[in-house]
């Protein structure tokens, strides 16, 4: 049973537009989302988290929004620019109510945007 | 910002001989470290959980004999593939955190070609 779902493997925008990358889990216990961005034969990088307290977390040209009720967070770039085509992951953690799990992620299959100049 | 510095980037080893990749947090105290593998195009798996000071926590189907991982610090942590299979082929990466919730730092990862 996968956990944390990012149901589009890619998506092409053009540069300065909007791109939307959705994500959607499955477990209430999740209250802590991340998102990571990742290029070809490097690790992933931090972008933007969130905390289930909040609904938005805005920073720079990214921002992430929560909805706890439909278990759903999409990360929001705009205006997209070409440095940002690269593979991005959706992640989610539990805190100590998850004790198996506390302090871990669980990273969804990732979905690789491309920005078209 | 904080760095996870991961050792090799690459290695090239014949079957049945053991290879071991480490993981270093260079500018803060790593309390957990994680252990992932990543087939291509896909996600990472997590394969375990590292603490420092006590035996790692696997996750189901990996075999802890044939992937040991070693945590001896607060700054290092080792995954070492004993006796590797052509199967084992695969990007390996590590990452850390400070606390529980912090964001993971990632190495850059280690590419493992058994020949």
């Known amino acids: 049973d996968q956990q944390v779902k990012q149901n589009s493997p890619s998506l092409s925008v053009q540069e300065g537009r909007i791109s939307i990358l959705n994500c959607d889990y499955t477990?209430?216990?999740?209250?802590?989302f991340l998102w990571y961005k990742k290029y070809p034969a490097e690790g992933p990088t931090f972008l933007i988290s969130i905390s289930s307290i909040k609904d938005k977390n805005e920073d720079g040209r990214f921002t992430v929004f929560l909805n706890k009720s439909a278990k759903h967070l999409s990360l929001h770039i705009v205006p997209s620019q070409p440095g940002d085509s690269a593979v991005y992951f959706c992640?989610?953690?539990?805190?100590?109510?998850?004790?198996?799990?506390?302090?871990?992620?669980?990273f969804g299959d990732g979905t690789t945007l491309t920005v078209k100049p | 910002g904080a760095v996870v510095s991961q050792h090799p980037s690459w290695v090239i080893c014949k079957s049945g001989t053991s290879v071991k990749i480490e993981c270093r947090s260079l500018d803060f105290q790593a309390t957990t470290m994680f252990w992932y593998r990543q087939f291509p195009k896909q996600s990472l798996m997590l394969m375990a959980t590292s603490n420092e000071g006590s035996k790692a926590t696997y996750e189901q189907g990996v075999e802890k004999d044939k992937f040991l991982i070693n945590h001896a610090s607060l700054t290092l942590s080792t995954l070492t593939v004993t006796s590797a299979h052509p199967e084992d082929s695969s990007f390996y990466i590590c990452?850390?955190?400070?606390?529980?919730?912090?964001?993971?730092?990632f190495g850059n990862g280690t590419r493992l070609t058994v020949t």
């Open positions: 477990n209430s216990m999740f209250d802590y």
């Open positions: 990452s850390a955190r400070g606390t529980d919730n912090s964001p993971l730092h």
């Open positions: 992640a989610a953690s539990g805190g100590l109510g998850m004790s198996h799990n506390a302090g871990k992620s669980t």
